[in-house]
């Protein structure tokens, strides 16, 4: 069985997560979100009314499956 640990710190609109892969950050609000994750991948999201979810992620590893 595997372990799982973060802890996220939260500075205005900024927000540094660590866990065991590694330290990302991620900067945002509401509606708009951008995340760096510890292997190099950039995640930009949008949220606009009634639900809908955009996203698109740049770069990186891309990891198959669970790490």
Known sequence: M??????SIKVGPFRVNLSRHGVSHSFGARRFHVTSTPDGRRHVSV???????????????HYRGHY
């Open 47 to 61: 949220r606009l009314p009634g639900g809908v979810h955009l996203g698109k992620t740049f770069g990186g590893r």
């Open 2 to 7: 595997g372990w799982h640990y973060s802890k």
